[in-house]
């Protein structure tokens, strides 16, 4: 009765069939790969404009297995050394619980202002 | 108990209040939508007060008359009587009531009966609350907040205890949010042209960050933070469904979140220990999840882009069908990280790539890609950077070496069940003989 539109995507694909499936994807990976890929997702730096309101792009922590299951169990406490950062996590009560906090860090500056920079520099120069 | 008619009898209040909430979250965005077409984005407030006020009736009521029959149409109905009765009430739109009334006639209290074109109309609404909820203009950590109350309907408390944070501090953002959307006057619809690519990366990006929120921690309300992640799914599955936005990277985006989620269950053993990837009972992956995801994996592969969501997918998908951790397909995982590291220049990302480069050509590889991770001062604190090094550094055989880091680890990890793994891990190498002269 519930309207998530999309749990029929749930068909009952056999093993082998999800195996084509990934093998497929995988094909298309390798072939763009060794087209020399990367024009597909701009650099993340240059897609700062979810921060534009702040200094720079959120680094967050990602849902990577290798890491956190691979080797010392899952969880991940994103702990930058940037004052902010600290300032941040500091002001989470819930911290002398043995909380963890969410901590972002904030790259130095915006690349979108960086270029503009370049710019003002190449303009008066 | 007789129950009215239209009602099915009583159920237990517990069980009633789990179905309204259950219904709640996925009618809530679509009624906020309505309403705020109708009012205006400007009035999301009183859109959100409206949908509030309608489940808190429905808790109120249900129990005596039993659950509605179609309790979709019940909210629908009760949230257009509350909207009718405010703005009787406040005059607030007096000049406009005759417009307004007119498109609540339009408006079927019946979702079952609703016209095709009224359904794309709802479709469109939703996508539009959420691009206006994710307008660039609005802080990362506000649009995440505003999200889950307007368009998951989580209270102020219940996201506080996602994020970790105080209610008075969610508040404020939400506050803060909803001025920026009047002053900067965000518009209610959805982007086009050039536009429309920019505004929807910051749309995935604020729904994989929902998404993160909720898988990375072990502590606290797990809980509400398995909601987070099922309610990024959701998002994201709305945004993959509409024709504007059912692009390779949407379907990528959805791609990784259910390959991830689909492992949730598994991370822990029955008493919150934290288990590793190869100490994991696979059967508990849940497989319908999986399907899923891989279904999504094969609709993102189109076209000439991969995004960084395209290779982490991918990376998911060599986890999740692999029938165990030995047969994992470490070089393929290689080759999606060798990517990953071009497009995003994280820490986090280069560290996980070491991994994947540790399992391929040993552990000595395995720390020297760790030494070239450029800009790696934000490891320095980080627990995780330390465990690994420790567990390379074990596998080398050097003991005295990995529990150094190993000791660094158990410092600086802060839940008790990472700090027991990881312990148990510097008992091994302490007792491990200390290796004299190697014989050749």
């Keep these: ?60 922590d990602g849902p990577f297995a290798e890491s956190k299951e691979a080797i010392a169990g899952f969880f991940l406490l994103h702990v930058a050394s940037m004052e902010e950062a600290v300032e941040i996590a500091k002001q989470c009560p819930t911290l002398k619980y043995g909380v963890n906090v969410e901590v972002r860090q904030v790259a130095p500056e915006c690349t979108k202002m960086r270029l503009a920079e370049q710019l003002v520099a190449h303009g008066a120069a | 108990m007789i129950a009215p008619e239209g009602t099915t009898d009583s159920p237990p209040t517990a069980d009633i209040s789990q179905l309204a909430d259950h219904l709640f979250r996925h009618e809530f965005a679509k009624l906020v939508s309505v309403l705020t077409r109708i009012f205006g984005i400007d009035r999301l407030d009183f859109a959100e007060d409206i949908v509030q006020e309608t489940l808190a009736k429905a808790l109120r009521t249900w129990p005596y008359i039993g659950v509605p029959r179609n309790p979709a149409a019940w909210l629908t109905q009760a949230a257009k009587n509350l909207a009718l009765d405010h703005i009787r009430r406040e005059k607030l739109h007096r000049d406009k009531e005759a417009q307004i009334i007119a498109s609540f006639e339009d408006w079927s209290s019946d979702p079952d009966s609703e016209s095709p074109q009224f359904e794309n109309e709802i479709k469109d609404g939703k996508l539009r609350l959420i691009f206006a909820c994710c307008h660039p203009s609005i802080p990362p950590e506000a649009q995440t907040a505003l999200a889950l109350k307007t368009l998951c309907g ?104 259910l390959l991830n989620a689909a492992r949730l269950r598994a991370r822990t053993d029955s008493d919150g220990n934290v288990l590793r990837l190869k100490d994991q009972d696979r059967s508990l992956w849940d497989r319908a999840m999986i399907t899923r995801g891989i279904v999504q994996l094969g609709q993102s592969a189109v076209g000439n882009e991969i995004s960084e969501y395209h290779l982490q997918a991918g990376i998911a998908a060599c986890h999740c069908s692999a029938p165990d951790f030995q047969s994992t397909d470490w070089p393929r995982i290689l080759a999606l990280y060798d990517q990953l590291v071009l497009i995003d220049d994280s820490p986090i990302v280069a560290l996980n790539r070491a991994v994947a480069v540790a399992q391929v050509d040993g552990p000595e590889a395995g720390i020297n890609a760790i030494a070239a991770i450029r800009n790696c001062q934000s490891l320095e604190s980080y627990y995780l950077f330390y465990a690994i090094l420790g567990e390379f550094e074990s596998r080398l055989e050097n003991f005295p070496t990995a529990a150094r880091h190993l000791r660094r680890a158990i410092q600086l990890a802060e839940i008790g069940s990472e700090k027991a793994l990881l312990s148990a891990r510097l008992a091994e190498c302490e007792n491990q003989p200390t290796r004299v002269t190697k014989l050749v």
């Design chain 1, 1 to 60: 009765m519930i309207f998530f539109r999309g749990n029929d995507w749930d068909k009952n694909l056999s093993p082998e069939e999800l195996q084509k499936v990934t093998s497929n994807f995988m094909a298309w990976f390798e072939r763009l790969s060794a087209d020399g890929i990367a024009k597909g997702g701009a650099p993340l730096e240059s897609e700062t404009h979810v921060v534009s309101a702040s200094k720079g792009r959120i680094v967050s």
């Design chain 2, 154 to 257: 989580f209270s102020p408390a219940e996201i506080a205890k996602a994020f970790l944070t105080t209610e008075a501090a969610i508040a404020k953002r939400l506050t803060r949010a909803k001025q920026r959307i009047r002053e900067l006057r965000i518009p209610f619809e959805i982007p086009s042209g050039e536009e429309l690519s920019s505004r929807l990366d910051a749309v995935l990006q604020t729904v994989y960050l929902l998404f993160n929120e909720g898988y990375k921690a072990s502590s606290g309300e797990n809980l509400i933070r398995e909601e987070l992640c099922s309610e990024a799914i959701r998002l994201a599955a709305l945004i993959s469904e509409h024709p504007a936005t059912d692009l390779p990277r949407t379907h990528a985006l959805l791609s990784l979140m």
